[in-house]
């Protein structure tokens, strides 16, 4: 799939200078893209939300999503506390 345009993506895990960054289409991860941590944008982290833009497939600019990386970490949050809950609790 060649990318063109604007993406949803997830900055999946880092290392001591790369960053896995995993892009979605559509609600499903379409490609993988290892960038350096420094590449970042500010704030950007584990578990950011970012906007990635590309062309050709290059990756061209990322923007943090400091609102969305917020509400999927709280909606995972959510899940995980229903999780944990004893069925006789519910």
Known sequence: MILNGSYTATVDRTTDSIATVLVESEGHTVAQYEVDVADLPDGAGEGSV????????????????????DYRQKKAQQRFDRLSTRLCER
Do not use: C, I, K
């Open 50 to 69: 970012l906007t990635a833009r590309f062309v050709d497939s290059s990756l061209t600019n990322m923007d943090y999503n400091p609102d969305e990386t």
